[in-house]
């Protein structure tokens, strides 16, 4: 059975967070409120086991926890979720399953029990080393229990940690942003991940940008910032395998990969997005309706939808496109298709073909400016 | 037997806003001619663009029966008319095809520069003028102030002005009588040969060219061979009729009726506003009076931004012309824009209309270079060339010298504002002419200016200097010599044509430095520095930079994004649609008009 026509990957949402931070659109709810994570937990677990046969399974699919913040979710209740998951056959034997995790929210005795219940991989969401930065975030942690946390999961057993920065968030400098890379990898991180700030529609940082109570830093300093992080990152050894992402050989989320490789992947919780090779199945973000089963969006996409799609997403990561194999899927020829536009980037240095292997991506300037080489297919 | 006594034809002259369209309803519904259920406010106005600016631009006519308080029945015609500046001359024709007009007066606002040249006009024709004072149901309404200075400006006997509100319907009846009692009726021969004015045409797919017309000596009916005594075509007329206000046809239209003919005519171009209508068989001696070409007064480029759309603008350009004899258009290439059309214009207002008709109608994506005026350009060897075009000015060698167009201008503006008008008109190059006080208030100002200067920002500063009291109206003049100079813009070092432009060479510093300035600003980042320039010949006179975008990419893209990240790069893909490719450099629509508009 080919990769893409099973689910290579089980994402499962958890919509907790303690405090939600300035600038988050995802589904969460702030406070613990343990009369809903019940009943969410119940709709969980009953999702699982409804749509555990809806396509076949891959037996080495990946896991991963995401929000929200998983790790706010008691104990109890992941277990319960984790003992679903396998009684229904979507965890047989991952080859990855993470859990996202904030300092705060863990300790060393929680960070064990996790790894007892599966999970080998953990991705922690630190942002910044300055606890200036991380007040004006929303963050609920400061530097030195993000550093902690570090030392607590490696002591209890996980090998494969992730920490996510964000730089040219209101506030930062060259200077900040350098300091929290150099000392987040000071710690032996293995992969990183840095986000450049994206301003959400209808976020509290929004609203203060828009108000002029905060205000970004200048489109040169967060140029600095972007040539910073993608020159020194990779030169302590963790290369740049996606246009946000950093890891040493071997130690890239797998799970995350199959995002960019379009295939297919079963989301479960409230606003969970499944992929099932031909259309996108988004749950309900309110929890509410999510837990009564309501307001599941189908989204049907045709083959040169699908051919986009794939090919934007694919371009993101370092290893690129295979342009045979977007022609096996969707029958799209891309250069019969895109063939001036592509040419065009070709030119301009943003992307590179190499004919032998039929393989497209992304130069280090094409990384830079990669939404004028997706934009291409859209 | 004189059949046209109980005939009125008459036109309304109003400025913007003082009320002529809700007026002409009025008129229609008073007369029964439509019922109120078949109103649709402002029907006059037929164009969607008419309606929802507010002006009209096509001539239309209305035949309106009415019984007056004598007891008799009368045919009232109202041909109604353009309100622009850029259509004096279609007003022109209208009034010739009347004997009288209403001269319709916001009671709260007093004469306007605009009202002043149409009602000079239908003096030089003869016609009757019956002051019609409006909104006099508004409590600022000033009816004696607005009769005097009728009476002071104009010379009309204002005493038996019509008090009305066109609104609340108050006095319509006193303007239908005084229509029947003080408006002549024609005074045409029946035996004499046809003698038609054309007064507007209109495009209709299925009839061909309708003419709008008003036979002032002799009949035309259904069949007869007629003949376009401007341009010589015959045509046989398939239909003849008129307006209430929906097409009606008749058996025949004769001396003082005003109507519609069809003659399988294909193309407006063979039957322009102004000519006349004939007998083929038995021609009229001569011509009405007063019949000219409609020249093009501004001349702009318009490129389709996607370059395939090409012969789909040639098309709509085409289509546009059957119906808009004014129109003039002809191939031309730019290096920066590649293929499209240079096209001349009455003015600004008639451009800006074509091009909406052509995005809204034609559904196209359209860029235009900033509109210029045609410049006579005298060369050392003796020759002259009509430059329409900016980019294909001759080389300052083999130029002797350059003369461009003037025009007459007239201001009324309130005293307190006289300083600033002049200020105003002395920095845009105007010549001063002359000054009268039409009241102790109000003031009407005569500027000789150069037109290039009234398309520029004249008009735009004008009101903002009088805080929107001043009004304004100019004819062309003629042509006087100017010193000026063609100022070029690069980008990255290459020429763009499409924004070359002339201007007076004292000012070229200063036009330079704001274009740059404007440009800077206008131009979104690209990947990488874009220096800007403006220069004189060889000579750089201004340059500005807009620094490389130092990132463009969606930062995170998983799972639960994907459709919203697609949406997302759709609309920059749309964004960038919109740009036009110069060279390497993508430029955004303003900036072709970034000359015209700097502040």
Known sequence: MNTWQQYQGIYVHIPFCVHKCLYCDFASTAGCDTALMESYTQALCKEITARAAELPVAADATIYFGGGTPSVLPLPYLTRLVTTLKDVGLWQHPQEATIEANPGTVTEESLEALRQLGFDRISLGIQSLQDDELRAMGRIHTAQEAVEVLRQARQAGFERISGDLIYGYPGQTLASVQSSVQGLLAQGLDHLSVYGLTVEEGT????????????????????????????????????RYEISNYARPGQESRHNMLYWRYVPYLGLGAAACTFTGQALVTNSCDIAKYNEGKNRQIENLTQPELAAESLFMGLRTAQGVNLQETKERFGCDTWSRYGRELDQAIHAGLLSYDAASQILRLTAKGMQYGNQVFAIFC | MKRSYNIRNFSIIAHIDHGKSTLADRLIEKTGTLSQREMEDQILDSLDLERERGITIKAQAVCLDYQAQDGKDYLLNLIDTPGHVDFTYEVSR?????????????????IEAQTLANVYLAMEHDLEIIPVINKIDLPSADPERVKQEIEDVLGIDASEAVLCSAKTGLGVEDILEAIVKRIPAPSGDNEAPLQALVFDSKFDAYKGVVLYMRVVNGAVRKGMKIRMMATNKEFEVTEVGVFKPAPVNVTELSEGEVGFLAAAIKNVKDARVGDTVTNALQPAAKPLPG????????????????????????????????????LVFEPETSVALGFGFRCGFLGLLHLDVIKERLEREYSLTLLTTAPNVIYEVHLTNGDIEMVDNPSLFPSPTVIDHVEEPYVNATIIVPKDYVGSVMELSQEKRGEYENMTYLDETRVMIHYSLPLSEIIFDYFDRLKSVTRGYASLDYELHGYKPSNLVKVDILLNGEPVDALSAIVHREKAAVRGRALVEKLRKLIPRQMFEIPIQAAI???????????????????????????????????????????????????????????????
């Open chain 1, 204 to 239: 509290p940082l929004q609203r203060k940008l828009a108000s002029g109570t905060l205000s970004l830093p200048d489109d040169d300093t967060v140029g600095d910032m972007y040539d910073f992080v993608t020159t020194y990152v990779p030169q302590q050894g963790l290369s």
């Open chain 2, 537 to 599: 010949g060889s000579k750089v006179i201004a340059r500005e930079t807009v620094s490389a975008m130092r990132k463009d990419v969606l930062a995170k893209c998983y799972g639960g994004d994907i459709s919203r990240k697609r949406k997302l790069l759709e609309k920059q893909k749309e964004g960038k649609k919109r740009m036009k490719q110069v060279g390497s450099v993508e430029l955004p629509q303003e900036a072709f008009m970034a000359i015209l508009k700097m502040d």
């Open chain 2, 94 to 110: 209208a009034l010739a095809a009347c004997e009288g007009a209403l001269l319709v007066i916001d009671a709260t606002q007093g």
């Open chain 2, 291 to 326: 019949y000219r070409k409609a020249t093009p007064m501004v001349y702009c480029g318009l490129y389709p931004v996607d370059n395939s759309d090409y012969d789909n603008l040639r098309d709509a350009l085409e289509k546009l012309q059957l119906n808009d004899a004014s």
